[in-house]
Structure formats: structure tokens, C-alpha cells
């Protein structure tokens, strides 16, 4: 029986495991965009940044033999981009989505320029030693039967996706700095009358917002895969872009809309049995974005009239 | 230098030279850090386009495709649209001019019109989509022109995968097309110029889509300066709030921008079909989706400008092939000197010229506002 054969498949640790696997580099990149977003710029750029991260993170890893570094690199290199497009957003006045678009053109052209240069194949980094983070195995947690299969034997990348989305949520609601950036996106003026650095606050979220993605870009050449390949991120950076209005812009909306992405992508591959085209499944989650972008803006301007009606 | 630089045709014109040559340099010195031998590289990059028939050819018959995506693009640009929807609405142009070339048993001179209309049909509905979400649903374009493009190039999938190649085909892609589904060459047979059309038409593949492309251009000048839709295109993009206290029924002309240009996209996907591939073929739009933004900047959203941005952005194109044929230095250099160019074309402050420009920075914002307000 091929349903059958479905369904064990998707009640099985093993699958929940790969969804969460799947889902790494959505989230991470997702709570980047999240960031900028509440902070009133759309951070288009994401999927280059992830880009340029998953290459540097490759290249000097294999260079140096030392992993730590590639992760350092890579995370540099994702915030000198997102550095980048902060400033021609906001001290050259450049249109953030042209900008964003630009150093996606020029992240997507300049990794595959240099790993020719490098490597001379333009596919992928496969001539390369490059490294890999660990995974990790927890103790007790790893004898639990289920869950000890999806929560220990991950690697650090899809621990940290989670721990930030707690990180992200504390520093949005409980921190000073937070608040502020919250404050910046929904009224720059007011945020600005009482003594907000604008600016300066949307310069943080765009670094933030590197950093995250950054790390995004590395899980999936680090330990997702242990190499580089041309256009690897293939879309994912748009994806989390859709994930941050999908889960309602709020930090752990994020995380479950991005797991839903993952759990959509693994899903399709696991009804081949069925003979149901993988294209047609892999079309659900972007027609329900479309369908949450709407709702999530139809109670926006419920919630604004609500405003105005009760100031009457 | 006031005579010159006082007028802002002028100057948009030089500032956007200057962004080129600038860009240009800085391709040279990139070739130059990685390349053996190049001066060579260069020349091929620069002078390559121009030194063969064939790669004449190649060279306007793809500043067709972005001739028809930058007007799709500037459109709404030009209404302060953002719509990333082209790719999208070019897969499925393709798609459906495709499915007529192969399926519908017409003569030519009916089954490519029936071919290119319903391209047209297809870009049209596939945009008006997002406008219709936007304008009356408050949905962010961006976003929703980016998961519409997601399902547009999987169901292009699974349509050319399941229902269109041929069974046991080995690639994913149609048989190739018959000839009354392939556009015809862009030199009628007369017997005049019989001699000249074989060797041109043995050496090249221009096809009639290059009158259809000089019709879109003419067709989009005249809509956005001449007609009461353009104007009140144009009144959207310059100040929405005004628009509508103008009596603009702003949600129709924003539907109808992401139509229009729909319309333009839908084309350019028929031209992939029934001129450049001759069939169908597993991501055909590959490489095309974000092209018509750069001709669009390049042009600074005006219909007028977009066949010069077109066919010079396609130049340099078509170099960047020839030189990775012909040196050590990869085509992707041209994606570097792109990047550059929008950076600088769209900064406000980076090149001269420009001074009169400057806003006050409160005044960005509300336009920032305006937009993720919506």
C-alpha cells in the first residue's frame, strides 16, 4: 500500500528530524528578515548575504583547515554585505529594495566568479576540503525513544535557529534596544521626537539581520552540505522573506512558518509513492503565504480602525 | 558647465554614462586581477558583440527579451509598483504560446498571433493578480510577486513534466515545435532580397519578433505619455494620497499597471518559446528574471529610454559570453558590473550632477512610510 507507505514514513522521528533539518535555513535567515522588517525596511537582500556567507564560510574553512574560522568568515563576510546595503539605504538615500536586488546580482555573480577563479569549475566547491560543523549528540536526551531522534544528533546551526528565535523574542519585547526598533518601524517621526538615533537603529537591525542570515548561508554549505554550489541558496532567502509575514511578524510565528516551508519541501519528497507531483505540493506553503499576507493585512486595518474609532 | 549640467535630461543622461563607465572600470580591474591575459579578455567583452554576423544575432535577439521585460518592469516602476512578478508571468507567456505552437492546428499566420495573444492573456491575468491583491487587499507586492513567480515556475513544471514532453523523452522539454509554431524571419520572402535573407537568416535568428518588440515599445510610449491611464499611472507613482483626492480611482490603475505590465512580460516568455528555444525546455526563464530591473533603471523607468538600455545592457551581455568563450575570465563579471551600475544609477548621492536632488530625510520617510504602511 503506497499511503501506507506515506504515512509511516511522515509518523517517523527520522522525518520530523529531516523537517527540522530542512527548516535551519529558513529560520535563521526568516528571523533576519524579521528584524529589518520591524524596523521599517524590507531586507530583500537576504538571500545574497546567505550566499556569500555559505561560500567564504567554504573557501577559508578549507584553507585554514579550521572550521571555527570558516564560521567566523562567513559571518563576517553576510554582515559586510548587509553593512553595505545599510549604508546605501540609509546614508546614500538609495531605494532599499534596488539596493537589495543589486547585491543579490552581485552576491549570486561574485560567488560563482570567484569560486572559478578559485576552483576553476563553476558548478561546485567538490575539490575543496572544506569543513563541517559539529553535529551533537546529547547524552540521556539521545536514549529517549522519538524525540531523542529529532532533538539530539542535530547540528549547531538548527540549535541555534531555535535558541535565537527565543534570543530574538527577548530582545524585541524585553530589551530597551528592542523596543526601539519596534518603536523606529512603526513611526520613524515619533520614534525620532523622542530621541531615538534612527538611523543608528536601523543600522543595527540590518546588521543583525546579517548576522542571521550569515548564519543561515553557512548551515546550508556547512552542514546541511559540506561544500558550495552555485545559486545553493535557491530562493531560500525570499522564502524566509514570505516566512516573517506568513507567522504574522511576530518571532515565534516566524519559526513555525519557516517550519511549515520545511515541512512542506520534506513532505513532497516523501509522497513519491503516490505517484502526487512533488511540484503541485511544493506550490501549498507560497499560495498560503499569499492568503496569510492577506489576512495578516485585512486585521491590520481592522485593528487601525479599531484605533480611530475608539479616539472618537 | 551650468548650460549642460542645468537640464535634468542632461543630467540624468550623464549621471547614467558615468555610473556605466565606472562599473566598466571596475569589470577591467577585476579581469585584470584574474585574468592571464587581460587585455584580450577586454576586448572581447567590449568589441566581441559586433565581430561576427552570428553574434550580431545573438546580441539583438536578446535585447528583444529585455527590451519587452524593461518596459514590463518600468511600468510599474513608473507607478511606484514593485512588482518582482516578471518571471513569473514570462514562464507562463512561454507556457501558453507554447501549448499553441505545438497543440493548436492552425496555419502560421494564424497560430503565431494566437500564439503571442495568448501570451499576452496569460501575462495579463497572472499580473493583474498581485495588483488586485495590493490594490484591494493591502497584500505587500513584493512578496506576493515573489510566491506567485513560486508557483508559476512549478506549475510550469509539472505542466511541461506530466502532460507535455513526450513520453519516455529523456530531457525535460517538449518536442521541438513545427514550423508553422516557430516565429517566422524578421525578413519577409521576397524574391529581391532572396540571397541576402539565406545567408542572414543561415548566420542569425531574427525573427518578426523584432517588429513586435518595436510595436511594445511604440505602443507603451504612447500609453504612458498620451493617455488618461498613463497619466493617472504616473499621478499613483509620483503621490498616491493626491491621486486619489484628484479623483483617480487609484485601486483600478493599480490593478491595471500590474496588468499592463504583465501584458509585456507574457510577451517576452512567447519570445523564449516560439523564437529562442523553439520548444519548451526546463527553466527556460532561467537568468532573464531580474534583467528587466536593470534595463528599467537604466532607463529611469522611461518607456522612451528602455530599447537603448535594452540593446547597450544586451551588449554587454553578449560580450560577457564571448569572453568567457574566448579567455579565462567567467561571464559572471557581468553580474558584478550590473550590481554596480543599479547601486550607482540608484544612489542618491554617490555621483555628481545630482545636487538638486537631494530630499530632507523626513521627507524619505513618509515615503517609506507610505509604502509599508500599505
Redesign the interface.
Known amino acids: 500500500m503506497p499511503l501506507d507507505l506515506v504515512l509511516r514514513g511522515i509518523f517517523s522521528a527520522a522525518f520530523v528530524a529531516s523537517v527540522l533539518r530542512i527548516s535551519t535555513p529558513l529560520i535563521l535567515p526568516a528571523l533576519g528578515g524579521l528584524l529589518t522588517d520591524l524596523a ?3 531586507n ?1 537582500a537576504l538571500e545574497g548575504i546567505m550566499l556569500v556567507a555559505a561560500f567564504s564560510g567554504v573557501v577559508v574553512s578549507a584553507y585554514t583547515h579550521q572550521v571555527g574560522l570558516g564560521v567566523l568568515a562567513g559571518i563576517m563576510a553576510g554582515m559586510l554585505l548587509s553593512a553595505i546595503l545599510a549604508y ?1 539605504h540609509l ?5 532599499v ?3 537589495g ?6 552576491a ?3 560567488t ?2 570567484l569560486l ?2 578559485i576552483t576553476g569549475d ?1 558548478g561546485a566547491s567538490s575539490g575543496l576540503a572544506s569543513g563541517m560543523v559539529p553535529v551533537i549528540d546529547i547524552p540521556l536526551v539521545r536514549e529517549i525513544p522519538f524525540l531523542g531522534t529529532i532533538i539530539s544528533g542535530q547540528n549547531i546551526f538548527t540549535y541555534a535557529a531555535f535558541l535565537l528565535t527565543a534570543g530574538v523574542a527577548l530582545f524585541l519585547y524585553r530589551m530597551r534596544m528592542g523596543y526601539h526598533l519596534r518603536a523606529v ?1 512603526e ?3 515619533a520614534a525620532a521626537s523622542v530621541g531615538i538615533n ?1 538611523k543608528h537603529v536601523q543600522l543595527a537591525a540590518f546588521l543583525m539581520s546579517g548576522f542571521l542570515a550569515a548564519l543561515g548561508g553557512l548551515d546550508l554549505s556547512m552542514a546541511y552540505l559540506t561544500l558550495f554550489q552555485r545559486e545553493m541558496t535557491a ?1 531560500r532567502g ?2 524566509a ?2 516566512a516573517v ?1 506568513l507567522g504574522g511578524r511576530k518571532p515565534w510565528g516566524v519559526l513555525l512558518a519557516a517550519i511549515l516551508f520545511g515541512f512542506a519541501d520534506a513532505f513532497s519528497n516523501q509522497l513519491a509513492p503516490l505517484k502526487i ?1 512533488s ?2 505540493v ?2 501549498i506553503p ?2 498560503v ?2 492568503i496569510a ?2 489576512l495578516y ?2 486585521q ?2 481592522a485593528r487601525s480602525s479599531g484605533q480611530q474609532r475608539s479616539m472618537k | 558647465m551650468k548650460w549642460i549640467t542645468g537640464s535634468p535630461a542632461v543630467r540624468e543622461t550623464l549621471r547614467i554614462l558615468l555610473a556605466v563607465l565606472a562599473a566598466l572600470l571596475l569589470g577591467f580591474i577585476i579581469t585584470c586581477l584574474v585574468s592571464k591575459d587581460p587585455l584580450n579578455a577586454y576586448r572581447a567583452f567590449l568589441f566581441g558583440p559586433l565581430s561576427r554576423l552570428n553574434r550580431i544575432g545573438d546580441w539583438l535577439e536578446e535585447s528583444i527579451s529585455l527590451i519587452l521585460l524593461g518596459l514590463a518592469v518600468s511600468i510599474a516602476f513608473k507607478a511606484k509598483q514593485f512588482s518582482l512578478g516578471a518571471e513569473g508571468q514570462m514562464a507562463f507567456g512561454a507556457m501558453a504560446s507554447g501549448v499553441v505552437a505545438l497543440f493548436v492546428p492552425l496555419p502560421l499566420f494564424l497560430r503565431i498571433p494566437l500564439a503571442l495573444l495568448a501570451a499576452a492573456l496569460i501575462g495579463f491575468l497572472w499580473g493583474a493578480l498581485p495588483g488586485y491583491l495590493k490594490a484591494y487587499m493591502n497584500a505587500n507586492e513584493i512578496v506576493s510577486t515573489l510566491m506567485l513567480n513560486a508557483i508559476a515556475l512549478r506549475l510550469y513544471d509539472y505542466l511541461l513534466i506530466f502532460h507535455i514532453k513526450p513520453p519516455g523523452a529523456g530531457y525535460n522539454q517538449s518536442d521541438s515545435f513545427p514550423e508553422e509554431g516557430i516565429l517566422p524571419s524578421f525578413m519577409p520572402p521576397l524574391p529581391f532580397w532572396e540571397e541576402t535573407r539565406r545567408m542572414l537568416t543561415n548566420q542569425m535568428n531574427l525573427t518578426v519578433m523584432l517588429y513586435i518588440g518595436v510595436a511594445a515599445f511604440l505602443i507603451a510610449y504612447y500609453v504612458m505619455a498620451r493617455t488618461p491611464f498613463g497619466y493617472e499611472l504616473r499621478m499613483v507613482g509620483e503621490n498616491i494620497k493626491f491621486a486619489k483626492y484628484g479623483g483617480i480611482n487609484t485601486k483600478r490603475t493599480i490593478v491595471l499597471v500590474f496588468a499592463v505590465s504583465g501584458i509585456f512580460a507574457g510577451l517576452a516568455g512567447a519570445h523564449l518559446s516560439l523564437g529562442v528555444h523553439q520548444k519548451l525546455i526546463a527553466n527556460i526563464t532561467v537568468g532573464l528574471g531580474f534583467e528587466g530591473i536593470v534595463v528599467a533603471i537604466m532607463a529611469r523607468n522611461n518607456p522612451l529610454f528602455v530599447p537603448l538600455a535594452a540593446f547597450a545592457y544586451g551588449y554587454l551581455r553578449a560580450g560577457a559570453d564571448i569572453m568567457e568563450r574566448t579567455s579565462d575570465v567567467p561571464r559572471e563579471m557581468i553580474l558584478i558590473v550590473q550590481a554596480v551600475i543599479i547601486l550607482l544609477v540608484t544612489a542618491e548621492y554617490v555621483l555628481p550632477f545630482i545636487k538638486q536632488r537631494i530630499v530632507k530625510p523626513e521627507d524619505s520617510y513618509l515615503a517609506e512610510g507610505d509604502r509599508y504602511a500599505a
Open positions: 521599517g525596511a524590507t530583500i546605501f546614508y546614500l538615500n538609495t531605494d529594495f534596488l539596493a536586488i543589486a547585491l543579490n546580482i552581485m549570486s555573480g561574485g560563482i566568479f572559478y577563479t563553476k518601524g513611526n520613524p517621526e534612527v530562493g525570499f522564502i522573506l514570505a509575514y507531483p511540484q503541485l511544493q506550490i507560497y499560495a503565504t499569499i499576507l492577506v493585512a485585512a491590520q486595518r
